[in-house]
């Protein structure tokens, strides 16, 4: 047991860190941190399971600062308790550039930072899918290789983003019992007291939801500890509704909106410093202060013995495959299952649906690659993302690979994106293409990170049909092209979806997006080879020596630039088709090989059935697009087609209008 009064002498360390970085770089929120670390105390140096000195420690305990303002939180405990990574100088250098102590928690800037927070509710939503993994591998792996918990600190503006509701609600379903969050309930907003815009009863609506609550005073370390040990012993996710005074021990500020998002200010930081007692200089932590945190620090070493040891006693393929998996490589026999696949492919030439040609490719990784976890948010059956590996988890029963997520995008993003964070599990999911709106957020932030989840999207255009503009995606290629480090594929039969799937499974540092038909199409990669020709982004389908004409085009619209090409030929014009899967890709060829593909033919023209943006890249400004200008309509998918001009009729009547002008 810690004493009252070293308790409160090592809170008051990460209050002063926190608000003397804040000071220093003249930007930031010292609120939270100054509010929460009375329960950062208490959890870090007496319940939480971590090494700094091996921080990558596989059964660790994660800790999620969902509200991400509050960085110098995670900050000050990272180099109060002996992380290599931050420093003193990190600190002093709180939010300058090049720094890790970024001005809201990167991932990968420092070990100890679980994952990338800051758009408010995203981090409830990752410890969400924190807490699925560790039940998931638990159930595969057991209790002697996973048992942990995670927990969460999250602020008025996470419980208000209507994403928690979404990742709460399945947890609670799913009766997540090692998913611990702490709620800092300062009543404090930007614009002032949260009772300006909220009056909800957030335990009740996490009572409705299936969670255990709790209600204690933030600032009583008695009271925090019997919460972390009740909320550890339920049968259910908790929350800890922890009531605080942001900004606590500054004169004139705590409690108010003055002390959440900007620097206190040279007189009040004077002003605390006298009432709390820390007489230090700015950035200095007594040593006796600091050696308690360097010694909770510690704390769990033997614990982490303890588990490399049951590691290293388990059984042989146990051990081995529970190490490839949380390092993230891919089995052995993935490769070769893939090369089989395209081969009967070769033969087999099906005419189907790429969400059908996923679903079938699916079946083949599922089976070779058993760290794979599913999902769809509530459109199975049309998403094709489940196959017979991939049993539903209940919540019950967690020995399944597939996530019924419930008309939950943005929540199940966010949950894909804690499960990928965790480790030893690499996570899909199904949606239409037109609500990747939902999920971006959380996609942006994969990106961000750098992360492997892999976003089946369908019903990719207008060929959906009947369901009309609302559903039919025609900016949506392009905007999430636009993503850094997002991989966006588009392919046009049963073979380019094979290859687009391996590509995406391989990347261990970026997500991809999938987007996939709903109509039949016929497999246009009729010869096998073993080479991954997606991988290039773009490639000749068809290759023409002096081509006068060539034809951009991907996934569906491929059928199309082929029969264009037909017609073209026959009228004396020749013609290459090149398939363009992914836009990502090809920019990471060479010079040499992008300069070949785009091609100096008189006449170039894209085809695809969303908009123009982006094509210029390889039609030039002034090139044709057959494609969308405006929004969809509800009507079968070939009538629509039809009536907007996605043919190849138009296409060739396009071309010849332009070698009769250049003529």
Same mark, same amino acid.
């Given at each position: 047991m810690i004493s009252r009064e070293k308790h409160d002498r090592m809170a008051n360390a990460i209050r002063f860190l926190s608000m003397d970085a804040v000071e220093k770089a003249k930007s930031g929120h010292p609120g939270l941190p100054m509010g929460a670390a009375d329960i950062a105390t208490v959890l870090f140096s007496r319940y939480l399971t971590f090494d700094p000195k091996k921080p990558d420690w596989p059964d660790r305990d994660r800790f999620v600062l969902s509200a991400g303002h509050g960085s110098m939180l995670i900050y000050s405990l990272l180099y109060l308790l002996g992380y290599d990574d931050i420093t003193l100088d990190d600190i002093k250098n709180f939010r300058q550039l090049g720094s890790p102590t970024a001005g809201h928690p990167e991932y990968g800037h420092a070990a100890g930072i679980e994952t990338t927070t800051g758009p408010l509710g995203q981090g409830i939503g990752n410890a969400v899918g924190m807490a699925m993994a560790e039940r998931k591998l638990a159930d595969e792996f057991g209790s002697d290789l996973v048992e942990h918990y995670t927990y969460a600190l999250a #602020? +008025? #503006?996470? @419980?208000?983003? #209507? /994403? $928690?509701?979404? %990742? /709460? $609600? @399945?947890a609670g379903h799913l009766k997540l019992n090692k998913l611990i969050v702490f709620w800092d309930n300062n009543s404090i907003s930007i614009d002032g007291p949260v009772s300006l815009t909220d009056s909800t009863d957030q335990l009740a609506r996490f009572a409705a939801s299936g969670w255990n609550t709790l209600d204690i005073d933030g600032h009583d370390p008695d009271a925090i500890a019997q919460a972390i040990e009740a909320a550890q012993k339920s049968d259910r996710p908790t929350l800890i509704a922890a009531k605080t005074v942001i900004g606590f021990g500054a004169p004139n500020k705590a409690g108010t909106s003055g002390a959440h998002g900007s620097p206190l200010g040279d007189k009040e930081i004077v002003g605390t410093r006298k009432a709390l007692g820390w007489a230090e200089e700015p950035f200095v932590v007594p040593s006796d202060i600091l050696d308690a945190w360097r010694l909770a620090g510690l704390r769990s070493v033997k614990d982490r013995k303890a588990w490399e040891s049951r590691l290293a006693e388990a059984e042989n393929d146990v051990r081995l495959a529970f190490e490839r998996r949380m390092n993230g490589e891919l089995p052995g026999e993935f490769e070769p299952a893939? !090369? %089989?696949?395209?081969?009967? @492919? %070769?033969? +087999? @030439?099906? !005419?189907? %649906?790429t969400r059908k040609a996923s679903e079938m490719a699916l079946e083949v990784i599922n089976g070779v690659v058993p760290e794979t976890i599913g999902g769809s948010a509530d459109l199975t059956g049309s998403n094709n993302t489940r196959t017979s590996q991939t049993k539903a988890i209940t919540p019950d029963d967690f020995s399944g690979r597939y996530i019924h997520y419930g008309i939950r995008e943005h929540g199940m993003a966010a949950i894909m994106n804690g499960i990928a964070l965790h480790g030893g599990l690499i996570p899909y999911s199904g949606g239409f293409l037109i609500f990747s709106d939902y999920c971006r957020p959380s996609i942006r932030l994969a990106a961000l990170m750098g992360i492997r989840v892999i976003h089946v999207l369908t019903h990719d255009s207008i060929g959906l049909g009947e369901d009309g503009p609302t559903h039919q995606p025609v900016e949506h290629m392009a905007a999430l092209r636009a993503i850094p480090n997002l991989l966006m594929f588009r392919p046009a039969d049963a073979v380019e979806t094979a290859e687009c799937w391996e590509i995406a499974l391989e990347q261990a540092k970026r997500p991809s997006g999938i987007a996939l038909t709903r109509q039949n199409l016929p497999t246009v990669r009729t010869d096998f080879t073993e080479e991954n020709l997606c991988a290039y982004g773009a490639y000749d389908l068809v290759s023409a020596s002096d081509a006068e004409v060539t034809i951009f085009a991907t996934g569906s619209e491929i059928e199309i630039a082929l029969e264009a090409r037909q017609m073209l030929e026959a009228n004396g014009h020749t013609t290459r088709v090149v398939s363009v899967p992914c836009f990502e890709l090809f920019e990471e060829q060479s010079l040499e090989y992008k300069k070949a593909v785009i091609g100096d033919s008189r006449v170039k023209i894209a085809i695809e059935a969303g908009i123009r943006q982006g094509w210029d890249r390889f039609i030039g400004s002034d090139g044709l697009f057959i494609g969308m200008s405006g929004f969809g309509a509800s009507a079968p998918y070939k009538e629509l087609y039809e009536h907007f001009g996605i043919t190849a009729a138009a296409a060739v009547a396009a071309v010849e209008a332009r070698l009769h002008d250049e003529a």
């Open positions: #602020g +008025d #503006g996470c @419980l208000m983003e #209507g /994403i $928690s509701q979404e %990742a /709460i $609600s @399945l893939i !090369t %089989a696949y395209k081969k009967k @492919l %070769a033969e +087999d @030439l099906p !005419t189907v %649906a």
